[in-house]
């Protein structure tokens, strides 16, 4: 069951539900009635820049006509690139990256997802090869429309003593899930899975990831917030497997969402599932409704409202973005963040 298979057989009956369990919060099957058309090529100079178009001279679209690339970084080299995949009207797109980070190098992937007002359906496969002692920070900023639906899987191996960080901020869409994979060798290999979410209006999103730790001595650090209001729904899944002899993990999970709406929904479940005796692993998650003491105490000391509702709102998220390495790429999100709380009511 995948949007993949439907898209490119056209069977809504292979489109995962309810019924799966680890989609039954973000159910498609229900959703879509039917496929739109497969996206055509977008004219070459009908594009408005990228949210990091400026931060790197590299730059790669997925998108009607160009439904594909591979990247490659070869040993010992060091790589700063843009990647852009793009929604247009009510059509179906099928995009894949795949990428392969040779042994000593460095990686800076700087992902939009970028939607139109249309009804689109876009499934979007990215593959991660990274070799030993290489480390690759992907920072994904997903802005798609109030119709549109994407569903995004990565899948991440990674090499002993290399890296992989990653963060994505998200504003939803009608239907929209974001979802990562890793395969965690151990061996000194360290995976960093951070995320932030706002929704307002209607909108959905789900960050979905699964962490299998194979070996010993592997690290995992995980933090996801976010915030909801109107009529939204924030998904989190998380699940952190260890396996049997992956002795000396440490593995820590936490995410905390506000809900600041009575029709807004937060569903969360994280998961540790642990084989191996000698491990140290934790998980914490919380749901609740904005510090009305804090929001008192701002107001007694000449804040309006409005303005202190986004300070304590921005700041409760802001954590999640903080451990962003590349700066410029921190800046561009932190932006996104004050924006939204600007229009927040």
């Known amino acids: 069951m995948s949007l993949t298979s439907a898209i490119e057989t056209g069977d809504l009956s292979l489109l995962p539900g309810r019924r799966d369990e680890d989609w039954r919060w973000t159910d498609l099957r229900g959703l879509l009635r039917s496929l739109p058309p497969k996206a055509v090529a977008l004219p070459p100079n009908g594009l408005d820049a990228g949210p990091f178009d400026a931060l790197t001279s590299e730059v790669l679209v997925l998108a009607g006509g160009s439904e594909s ?23 179906a797109l099928r995009a894949s990256a ?9 990686l800076i992937l700087l992902e939009s997802c970028e939607g139109d007002d ?3 359906v876009t499934n979007a496969d990215l593959d ?19 119709d549109g639906v994407l569903v995004s899987q990565a899948q991440v191996r990674l090499g002993a003593g290399a890296s992989f960080s990653q963060t994505i901020a998200t504003s939803g869409a009608r239907r929209q899930r974001l979802e990562t994979s890793v395969d965690h060798p151990g061996a000194g290999a360290r995976v960093l899975l951070n995320g932030v979410y706002l929704l307002a209006g209607k909108r959905h999103a789900d960050l979905t990831t699964t962490v299998r730790h194979l070996g010993v001595d592997g690290v995992t650090s995980q933090l996801t917030k976010g915030v909801v209001r109107d009529q939204a729904r924030g998904v989190f899944q998380g699940r952190i497997i260890v396996e049997e002899g992956a002795d000396r993990t440490e593995a820590r999970m936490g995410h905390h969402a506000l809900v600041l709406s009575d029709k807004a929904e937060v569903d969360a479940k994280p998961e540790l599932l642990i084989n191996a005796d000698d491990v140290q692993c934790a998980h914490g998650n919380t749901i609740g409704a904005l510090d009305e003491a804090a929001l008192f105490y701002m107001e007694q000391r000449g804040l309006p409202e409005a303005d202190a509702r986004a300070l304590l709102i921005g700041a409760f998220v802001s954590e999640a973005a903080g451990a962003i390495s590349c700066e410029p790429a921190r800046g561009v999100i932190e932006a996104w963040i004050a924006q939204a709380m600007e229009i927040a009511p």
């Not at 010992?76 to 247009?88: F, H, K, Q, Y």
């Not at 795949?98 to 460095?106: D, L, P, Y």
Request: glycine content about 12%; proline content about 0%.
């Open 69 to 91: 690339v591979s990247i490659v970084v070869e040993d010992g080299a060091e790589r700063t690139l843009a990647l852009r995949i793009i929604s247009r009207g009510a059509t």
């Open 128 to 146: 991660f090869e990274i070799a030993e002692g290489a480390q690759v920070e992907r920072i994904v900023l997903a802005r798609d429309g109030d």
């Open 98 to 106: 795949k990428i392969r980070v040779g042994s000593g190098s460095k």
């Open 118 to 120: 249309g009804a689109y």
